[in-house]
T-cell receptor, first 113, second 112 residues
Framework: NAGVTQTPKFRVLKTGQSMTLLCAQDMNHEYMYWYRQDPGMGLRLIHYSVGEGTTAKGEVPDGYNVSRLKKQNFLLGLESAAPSQTSVYFC????????????FGPGTRLTVT | DAKTTQPPSMDCAEGRAANLPCNHSTISGNEYVYWYRQIHSQGPQYIIHGLKNNETNEMASLIITEDRKSSTLILPHATLRDTAVYYCIVRPPGNQGGKLIFGQGTELSVKP
């Protein structure tokens, strides 16, 4: 039981490049989330999904797109990376049903130069 | 959503109880108190949650005052591995997408 996994663990991008971060969970959770964490700050929600085929905007969605084609996967895309998107990205999953108990992945460290 | 106030940092001696306070004076009657922690460079970890009654699990105890305006997370025998940022989060029941809103938290340093 791997829990929540994220790919890749580290990435360096040049301004304007694109990339996709992959999150996978094996707990059969309905809900999945993407957060970002900047140095010295708490996590901020980017986008989330309450089920396969659904997505919704969080607190800081601009510059990101997401897709949830399969229940176990949640993809975060950066179409044209900017230095302001340098951050650590965390994925999480939860059962939903009114619970706020979430399980987090190990994070992806992204640097945009 | 109720806001929370936590001290920015605290120290605790190894083996002693760590008592982390959280003020949520604007909490509504049906809002839950959740606690998470984040060990350096790792993803946050769920610890415990409660509504009115005190709660205990294998990680910690949660004490909520009778008026529910504040709570305390207790780590009964802190170890060096408990050094982390602890987040107190107040959330309403029902389907809100399960979204968590993280504040600045309390940075707990457990010292030998």
């Amino acid at each position: 039981n791997a829990g929540v996994t994220q790919t890749p663990k580290f990435r360096v991008l040049k301004t304007g490049q694109s990339m996709t971060l992959l999150c996978a969970q094996d707990m059969n959770h309905e809900y999945m989330y993407w957060y970002r964490q900047d140095p010295g700050m708490g996590l901020r929600l980017i986008h989330y999904s309450v089920g396969e085929g659904t997505t919704a905007k969080g607190e800081v969605p601009d510059g990101y797109n997401v897709s949830r084609l399969k229940k176990q996967n949640f993809l975060l895309g950066l179409e044209s990376a900017a230095p302001s998107q340098t951050s650590v990205y965390f994925c999480a999953s939860g059962s939903g049903r009114g619970s706020y108990e979430q399980y987090f992945g190990p994070g992806t460290r992204l640097t945009v130069t | 959503d109720a806001k929370t106030t936590q001290p920015p940092s605290m120290d605790c001696a190894e083996g002693r109880a760590a008592n982390l306070p959280c003020n949520h004076s604007t909490i509504s009657g049906n809002e839950y108190v959740y606690w998470y922690r984040q060990i350096h460079s790792q993803g946050p970890q769920y610890i415990i949650h409660g509504l009115k009654n005190n709660e205990t699990n294998e990680m910690a105890s949660l004490i909520i005052t009778e008026d529910r305006k504040s709570s305390t997370l207790i780590l009964p025998h802190a170890t060096l591995r408990d050094t982390a940022v602890y987040y107190c989060i107040v959330r309403p029941p029902g389907n809100q997408g399960g979204k968590l809103i993280f504040g600045q938290g309390t940075e707990l340093s457990v010292k030998p």
